[in-house]
C-alpha cells in the first residue's frame, strides 16, 4: 500500500499549499489600508482565477485564431480556410444541423429537467428519482455510446433485432428502420442523446434554485388561493428566472461544442455532420490544423448572440437591485 | 405540463429536516412550521405521472447496459449475439465481464485500484480548487465595485466556448517547456482541469451568488465586516446548494474525463485516471467489446456516491427570513 500513501501524500501537499496561498491573500485583504481595501480584495479574489484562465484559454484562443489564418504548413495563406469552409458541399448541411442542435437541446432539455425538478420537489424518494435522471450524465462517454448503440442498433428484416427501438418496431409489425442512416431524421436521433444527457445537468441546477426560492412567498401565494399552476407561473418561474438563463446559456455552449457523440456514433457521416466535429476532424484527422481553427473561430462567433443575451439580462439584474 | 389543483394537503410532514440546516441560525428556524405546513409530496396525479414516465424513459436505455453487463461475451457481441431483454429468457448470468475489469492485472499494467487511486487524487484536489476560486471570483463580480467589472464577467462567460481540443496542445508546450512542471506528476492534471473548470464555475455561482439579498450583505458590512469575512462566513454558508451543485457537474466532468488525461499524464501508469485504463481494457479495435458495459458501470459508482452523499446540502430555505416581503 506504499503506493497511495505516495499519492496521498502528493495530495495532502497540494491542497496544504492552496489553503497556505488562499489564506495569505484573504491576510493581505484585510491587512491592506484602508483606502485601497477595496482594490486590494479585487485584485486579491480575482488574480488567480484571472491568471489561470489567461494562461489555460485566453492564450490559447489567441493562437487558435492566428492559426486559422495559416494553411496545412503553417503559412499565412489570408482567408482561404474560411472561404473553404464556406464553399465545401456540405458546409450548408454542417450549419443547419448545428443551428437544429442548438435550439432543439437547450430548450428540450430545461424543459424535461425543469418540469422533473418540479415534479419531484418534496417527493418521497426525491433523491432516488433524482438520481435516475441524474445518471446520464454521470456515466463515461464510452458508457453513453454503447448504451444508444443497445437502443437504436438495426439488423435487417427477418433476423433477430439487437436494439429496443427496432425491436418495438417489428413486434408491432413495422419493418426495422436505419436511424442513424437515413437522413435528415438521424440528427433528431443523436440530438436524443445529447437531450438525455443535459436533461440531469437542468434537472439539479433548477432544482437547487427551486428550493431556493423563499418559502414565505410561495405559501403566501397558497394562502392568498393560488392554485399549483399559479404558484409555479408567478411565484417559481419569476424565483428561478436568473437560474433558467444560466441552464439554457450553459447548454447551447455545451451543444454548440459538442463533437463526441456524433463523433461515436456516424463519425459525421450521412449528414449527420456539426461544426465543432468538422473543427476536429479537419484539426485531428485530416491534417489541416489551420482549417480546424477557422472552424474554432466560426464557434467563437455563433457564440456572440448568446453572450449579447446575457449582457442584457446582466444589466437588467443590476438595475433591480 | 398541467398542475390540477391540489386537493387539501394531508399532514406529510413527516419527512426529516435535512442535517445541514441544523445549526444554521434563526432564520431557518422560523421557516420551519411554514415549511411543515407545506405538502410534501406530489398531489397532482398528473404530475405524478409524467415525473414516472420521465424517470422510466430515462432509465431504460441504462438498464440495458446495466442487464448487458452481467451477459456472457457471445450474447453481447458477435453472430450469435440478441437483445439484451433476452437475458430475462435465457437467464445466462455472468459475473466473468466484471472480474475481467477488475482484476485483469496485465503482465505490465498494475491493476484497476491503483487507477482508482489515480482518479481520486486527480478529482479532489481539482474540485476544491475549482470551488474555492470561482465563488471567490463569483463574488467580485456579484458584490465587489471597480470599472469594467459586467465587461470582464461577460468576457469570463464567453470563455466557455473555446473548445478543449483547441487549448490542449499550447497548453501542454507550456506546461513541459515553460513551466518546467515535471511530467508523470499529478500537477500538470490538476492545473489544466481548473483552467478548463472556472469559466462555468464563476458563471454558476454568479448567478446565485449576485441573487443574496443585498441587505444581507450590508448589514454585515455596517457591522463592521470586511470582504474576506463576509466572503466565508456569509456568502459561501449561503450558496451552499449552488457549491453543491457544481461540485457534482465538476466532479463528474474530471472523473469522466479521458482528453485531458491523455495528453497530461504522459500514458504512464503512475497518474493515469481509471477512464484511461477502462479504455485500454475494451481495446481500441472493439476486440473486447463486451467489457464495455461492466466497466461503465464500475466508473460510474464514485461519480453515483458523490451525487448522493452532497444531496443533503440541496437544502430549502436558507435564505427565508431574510426577505423582507
Redesign the interface.
Same mark, same amino acid.
Given at each position: 500500500m506504499e503506493?497511495?500513501g505516495g499519492?496521498?501524500l502528493?495530495?495532502v501537499i497540494?491542497?496544504a499549499a492552496?489553503a497556505a496561498i488562499?489564506g495569505l491573500i484573504?491576510l493581505l485583504?484585510?491587512k491592506a489600508p484602508k483606502s485601497a481595501?477595496?482594490?486590494a480584495?479585487?485584485i486579491g479574489?480575482?488574480a488567480?482565477?484571472?491568471i489561470?484562465?489567461l494562461? =489555460?484559454?485566453?492564450?490559447?484562443?489567441l493562437?487558435?485564431s492566428f492559426i486559422a489564418f495559416t494553411d496545412a504548413k503553417g503559412q499565412p495563406n489570408g482567408v482561404e480556410n474560411f472561404v473553404w469552409m464556406f464553399t465545401q458541399p456540405e458546409a450548408l448541411v454542417t450549419l443547419r444541423n448545428t443551428v437544429v442542435w442548438t435550439v432543439l437541446v437547450p430548450l428540450l432539455s430545461t424543459?424535461?429537467g425543469l418540469?422533473?425538478a418540479?415534479?419531484?420537489d418534496?417527493? %418521497?424518494g426525491e433523491?432516488i428519482?433524482?438520481?435516475?435522471?441524474?445518471?446520464?450524465?454521470?456515466?463515461?462517454?464510452?458508457?453513453a455510446g454503447?448504451?444508444?448503440k443497445?437502443?437504436y442498433d438495426y439488423r435487417g428484416p427477418g433476423i433477430?433485432?439487437? =436494439?429496443?427501438l427496432n425491436?418495438l418496431r417489428v413486434a408491432m409489425g413495422m419493418e426495422p428502420k436505419q436511424f442513424l442512416l437515413d437522413a435528415p431524421e438521424n440528427t433528431v436521433f443523436l440530438i436524443i442523446v445529447m437531450v438525455?444527457i443535459q436533461?440531469g445537468?437542468a434537472m439539479?441546477?433548477l432544482?437547487?434554485?427551486i428550493?431556493?426560492v423563499?418559502?414565505?412567498?410561495?405559501?403566501a401565494a %397558497?394562502l392568498d388561493g393560488a $392554485?399549483?399552476?399559479q404558484q409555479?407561473r408567478n411565484v417559481t418561474i419569476p424565483g428561478i428566472r =436568473?437560474?433558467l438563463?444560466?441552464v439554457l446559456?450553459?447548454i447551447t455552449?455545451a451543444t !454548440?461544442?459538442v463533437f463526441d457523440i456524433v463523433r461515436t456514433m456516424t463519425a459525421g457521416n450521412y449528414d449527420t455532420s456539426v461544426v465543432?466535429n468538422e473543427?476536429?476532424t479537419q484539426?485531428?484527422r485530416a491534417g489541416e490544423p489551420g482549417r480546424?481553427?477557422a472552424l474554432?473561430v466560426v464557434?467563437?462567433l455563433m457564440?456572440l448572440p448568446i453572450?449579447v443575451y446575457?449582457?442584457r439580462v446582466?444589466?437588467q439584474?443590476?438595475e433591480i437591485? | 405540463?398541467?398542475?390540477?389543483?391540489?386537493p387539501d394537503e394531508a399532514p406529510e410532514a413527516t419527512?426529516l429536516r435535512p442535517r445541514a440546516e441544523k445549526g444554521k441560525a434563526g432564520p431557518t428556524e422560523d421557516?420551519a412550521p411554514?415549511?411543515r %405546513?407545506?405538502?410534501?409530496?406530489?398531489?397532482?396525479r398528473w404530475?405524478?405521472a409524467?415525473?414516472v414516465l420521465?424517470?422510466v424513459v430515462?432509465?431504460?436505455?441504462?438498464f440495458?447496459?446495466f442487464v448487458?453487463s452481467f451477459r456472457p461475451a457471445a450474447q453481447q457481441v458477435g453472430p450469435r449475439?440478441?437483445?439484451?431483454?433476452n437475458f430475462f429468457v435465457d437467464g445466462n448470468f455472468t459475473f466473468k465481464n466484471y472480474l475481467d475489469v477488475t482484476a485483469a492485472a496485465g503482465s505490465q499494467s498494475p491493476n484497476l485500484s491503483?487507477y482508482f487511486?489515480?482518479s481520486i487524487?486527480i478529482v479532489?484536489?481539482v474540485t476544491?480548487?475549482v470551488l474555492? !476560486?470561482?465563488s471567490?471570483?463569483a463574488?467580485?463580480f456579484a458584490w465587489?465595485?471597480?470599472k469594467g467589472r459586467?465587461a470582464m464577467?461577460?468576457f469570463?462567460?464567453?470563455?466557455?466556448?473555446?473548445?478543449?481540443?483547441?487549448?490542449l496542445i499550447?497548453?501542454l508546450q507550456?506546461f513541459t517547456q515553460a513551466l518546467q512542471l515535471p511530467a508523470g506528476?499529478?500537477?500538470q492534471l490538476?492545473?489544466?482541469h481548473?483552467?478548463?473548470g472556472?469559466?462555468?464555475g464563476?458563471?454558476?455561482l454568479h $448567478?446565485?451568488i449576485?441573487?443574496i439579498p443585498?441587505e444581507v450583505i450590508e448589514a454585515a458590512r455596517v457591522d463592521g465586516a470586511?470582504?474576506?469575512?463576509i466572503?466565508?462566513r456569509i456568502i459561501l454558508p449561503l450558496s451552499v446548494?449552488?457549491l453543491?451543485?457544481l461540485a457534482?457537474?465538476q466532479f463528474?466532468w474530471v472523473w469522466?474525463d479521458?482528453l485531458v488525461a491523455l495528453v497530461f499524464s504522459g500514458g504512464t501508469a503512475d497518474v493515469a485516471p481509471i477512464?484511461q485504463r477502462?479504455?485500454e481494457i475494451?481495446g481500441t479495435r472493439g476486440a473486447r467489446?463486451y467489457l464495455?458495459?461492466a466497466?461503465?458501470?464500475v466508473?460510474?459508482i464514485v461519480?453515483?456516491a458523490v451525487?448522493?452523499g452532497l444531496?443533503r446540502f440541496?437544502?430549502?430555505? !436558507?435564505?427565508?427570513g =431574510?426577505?423582507k416581503?
Open positions: 503506493f497511495i499519492k496521498l502528493q495530495v497540494a491542497l492552496f488562499i484573504m485583504v484585510d481595501r477595496d482594490k480584495t479585487v479574489f480575482l488567480p482565477a484571472a489561470l484562465m494562461v =489555460g484559454l485566453v492564450y490559447p484562443a493562437q487558435t424543459v424535461f418540469a422533473y418540479v415534479f419531484i418534496k417527493a %418521497r433523491k428519482l433524482k438520481a435516475l435522471v441524474f445518471m446520464p450524465m454521470a456515466i463515461s462517454f464510452v458508457g454503447i448504451i444508444w443497445l437502443v433477430e433485432q439487437t =436494439g429496443v425491436a438525455w436533461t445537468f439539479v441546477v432544482s437547487a434554485a428550493k431556493g423563499p418559502v414565505e412567498l410561495v405559501e %397558497r $392554485n399549483p399552476w409555479f =436568473g437560474a438563463v444560466v446559456t450553459t455552449i !454548440l461544442k465543432a473543427m476536429y484539426a485531428f480546424g481553427a474554432a464557434l467563437f457564440v453572450v446575457n449582457a446582466l444589466r439584474q443590476r437591485r | 405540463m398541467t398542475v390540477t389543483p391540489a419527512r421557516a411554514i415549511m %405546513r407545506v405538502k410534501t409530496r406530489l398531489t397532482s404530475a405524478t409524467a415525473a420521465l424517470a430515462w432509465t431504460i436505455p441504462t440495458g447496459l448487458s449475439s440478441d437483445g439484451w431483454w491503483q487511486i489515480n487524487a479532489i484536489p476544491v480548487f474555492v !476560486l470561482a471567490m471570483a463574488y467580485i465587489g465595485k471597480f459586467d464577467f461577460i469570463v462567460f464567453a470563455l466557455q466556448i473555446i473548445p478543449l481540443q483547441m487549448s499550447p497548453l507550456l506528476s499529478y500537477a490538476w492545473i489544466a481548473t483552467m478548463f472556472l469559466p462555468l464563476i458563471f454558476l $448567478n446565485f449576485s441573487e443585498g470586511g470582504h474576506s469575512t466572503f466565508w446548494p449552488a453543491a451543485s457534482i457537474f463528474l469522466n479521458l477512464t477502462l479504455a475494451s467489446d464495455n458495459p466497466a461503465a458501470f466508473s460510474i461519480p453515483l451525487f448522493f444531496q440541496f437544502v430549502r430555505g !436558507l435564505l427565508a =431574510g426577505l416581503g
